[in-house]
C-alpha cells in the first residue's frame, strides 16, 4: 500500500493525516466537491433527481442521510464482500480504528492484493463510510490509519443489536 500524499494534509480533501473526525458532519466536511458528488450518488439511491449544484446542500444532503442509522446499514449491506468486510472489520476494532498494517495482516482480507485493499479503501472514503487519518495509539501513533467515526460506529452498532432482538428481549421475568 502507498503512503498518503503530505500534500494533501489538512487541504480539505478527505485525505489528510490528523486524527479522526469523531462525528460525521466533520468527516462530511473534509470531503472534496468530487467526492461529496459519489457520496450524494451513493446515499440517495432511491432518490429520484439531480446533484445540487452548490456545496453547501451538497453537504446538507449527504449529512441527512448518513445520520440514520438504518439508512447506513442497509446501504453497507448493499456493498460488494470485499468493501463489507474491510468495513466490517474496521467496525470490530478498538476505536473503529485499524493501522494500513493491521488491514493488510488480517486473515479475512488475505485473499486481496495490496491494490484491491488500496481500492476498497479508497471506495469507502470516498463514500463518507472510513476516513483516512493517524493513528491515534500509544504503539502506533502517527501512523496511516483508516477509521470509522465514533459516532457512526456507535450507532450501527446499536441499529445492529436493535436487529437481533428477539422475543426474548420483550419479555421479562414478571411475564
Given at each position: 500500500m502507498t503512503p498518503s500524499d503530505p500534500s494533501t494534509v489538512g487541504n480539505g480533501s478527505g485525505r489528510g493525516n490528523g486524527h479522526a473526525a469523531r462525528c460525521v458532519s466533520d468527516l462530511v466536511g473534509t470531503l472534496s466537491r468530487s467526492d461529496l458528488s459519489e457520496a450524494w450518488r451513493f446515499w440517495a439511491d432511491d432518490q429520484p433527481g439531480k446533484i445540487p449544484s452548490t456545496l453547501k446542500r451538497l453537504r446538507a444532503d449527504v449529512l441527512g442521510w448518513i445520520v440514520e442509522p438504518a439508512r447506513v446499514l442497509g446501504r453497507i449491506e448493499n456493498l460488494g464482500r470485499r468493501d463489507?468486510?474491510?468495513?466490517?472489520?474496521?467496525?470490530?476494532?478498538?476505536?473503529?480504528?485499524?493501522?494500513?498494517?493491521?488491514?493488510?495482516?488480517?486473515?479475512?482480507?488475505?485473499?486481496?492484493?495490496?491494490?484491491?485493499?488500496?481500492?476498497?479503501?479508497?471506495?469507502?472514503?470516498?463514500?463518507?463510510?472510513?476516513?483516512?487519518?493517524?493513528?491515534?495509539?500509544?504503539?502506533?501513533?502517527?501512523?496511516?490509519?483508516?477509521?470509522?467515526?465514533?459516532?457512526?460506529?456507535?450507532?450501527?452498532?446499536?441499529?445492529?443489536?436493535?436487529?437481533?432482538?428477539?422475543?426474548?428481549?420483550?419479555l421479562t421475568l414478571r411475564g
Amino acid at each position: 500500500m502507498t503512503p498518503s500524499d503530505p500534500s494533501t494534509v489538512g487541504n480539505g480533501s478527505g485525505r489528510g493525516n490528523g486524527h479522526a473526525a469523531r462525528c460525521v458532519s466533520d468527516l462530511v466536511g473534509t470531503l472534496s466537491r468530487s467526492d461529496l458528488s459519489e457520496a450524494w450518488r451513493f446515499w440517495a439511491d432511491d432518490q429520484p433527481g439531480k446533484i445540487p449544484s452548490t456545496l453547501k446542500r451538497l453537504r446538507a444532503d449527504v449529512l441527512g442521510w448518513i445520520v440514520e442509522p438504518a439508512r447506513v446499514l442497509g446501504r453497507i449491506e448493499n456493498l460488494g464482500r470485499r468493501d463489507q468486510t474491510l468495513h466490517n472489520l474496521l467496525l470490530s476494532a478498538p476505536r473503529f480504528e485499524l493501522t494500513v498494517g493491521q488491514i493488510v495482516a488480517a486473515k479475512d482480507l488475505a485473499y486481496l492484493s495490496s491494490y484491491e485493499l488500496e481500492a476498497s479503501l479508497e471506495l469507502l472514503r470516498r463514500r463518507a463510510l472510513v476516513q483516512e487519518c493517524a493513528s491515534r495509539r500509544v504503539s502506533t501513533d502517527g501512523v496511516r490509519s483508516f477509521a470509522i467515526c465514533q459516532d457512526m460506529g456507535n450507532a450501527l452498532l446499536g441499529e445492529r443489536r436493535a436487529r437481533r432482538r428477539g422475543i426474548f428481549d420483550a419479555l421479562t421475568l414478571r411475564g
